[in-house]
């Protein structure tokens, strides 16, 4: 079984600080903990921009900022920039991080409800950032809230305007989405091309049993206080306990974590991308 690639989603858009202490917002807070998490054991980290008043944003300034501070202190990760929709709906400013020329950018390739909000992705702006990631080279992984999304990102690689293998994240959890089950989980890793890789992103409660069975199932994991603020016993987590707690399941059930090169081998990132970003920031 090839090493388990541990994501850290940092920040997220909805959780504050009065939810949990411990949320990382400002460049240098998010910046603290990616260096924390990687010496933990994660390679990979998933960035939302906040701003001065904690609320989700796109300004470029913001996401140039914490890339500054991320890269300043762990220039090794992989830096996956959102693209996501709370933080406003202008074309052009979802598509920005991406031509920040990160090594992979998030893409939800469909439209769903989620509390207060739907998250609106129509096919004509999928199209659109399909092929932003066509023309940058960047690697997107494919958020997948319920299954017509795969079906989805496979229609635009059949048009050509993403290349495999492609690489998703199965969200299960979330309020108005498909359940957190290792059902359900089953049935999304048999759903998409036998070469892709795939990670799982349990929300609330979800996490830690979905992480346990994606480490059973040779899938990868991703843990952090966007997507779940508490440890299994209820207690307040961290990002850097989620990350240890994932590490130690791991271990004891005899997979080795990957390092930030050893992920980009088996996502198939080009290391000469590796630092692309630092010449736009």
């Known amino acids: 079984m090839e090493k388990l690639i541990i994501t850290t989603a940092l920040t997220g858009n909805v959780p504050t600080k009065k939810m949990n202490p411990s949320l990382p917002v400002t460049p240098e807070e998010i910046a603290r903990d990616v260096k924390a998490c990687a010496e933990a054991g994660s390679a990979l980290f998933h960035v939302h921009a906040r701003d001065t008043e904690e609320k989700p944003s796109l ?43 990160p090594e992979m950018g998030s893409f939800t390739t469909g439209s769903n409800n989620l509390p207060g909000i ?68 089953l049935f999304l890793s048999e759903s998409i091309p036998a070469d892709a890789t795939w990670t799982v992103a349990g929300i609330g409660k979800n ?53 930030p090169d050893e992920a980009r081998d088996i996502l198939g990132l080009p290391k000469e991308n590796k630092d692309r970003i630092l010449d736009m920031i």
Do not use: C
Request: glycine letters at 8%; a negative charge.
């Open 59 to 101: 300004d470029p300034e913001i996401f140039k900022e914490i890339v500054r501070q991320i890269k300043k202190t762990s220039p090794d990760v992989i830096v996956q920039l959102s693209t996501g929709a709370r933080a406003g709906k202008d074309w052009e400013d979802r598509a920005f991080p991406v031509r920040l020329l």
């Open 118 to 185: 739907i998250y609106e992705n129509s096919p004509q702006f999928i199209e659109f950032l399909a092929k932003v990631f066509q023309e940058t080279g960047v690697k997107p992984e494919i958020e997948v809230f319920e299954p017509g999304m795969i079906n989805n990102a496979l229609f635009l690689q059949k048009k050509g305007y993403l290349k495999g293998p492609l690489h998703f994240d199965f969200v299960q959890g979330a309020t108005g989405s498909m359940p957190g089950s290792v059902k359900n989980l």
């Open 207 to 259: 996490e830690i049993p979905l992480a346990t069975a994606a480490i059973l199932m040779g899938g990868h994991v991703r843990v952090g206080l966007e997507d779940n603020l508490h440890l299994p016993d209820g207690s307040q987590a961290s990002n850097v306990t989620l990350v240890e707690t994932v590490v130690r399941i791991a271990r004891e059930l005899g997979r080795e974590i990957a390092t």
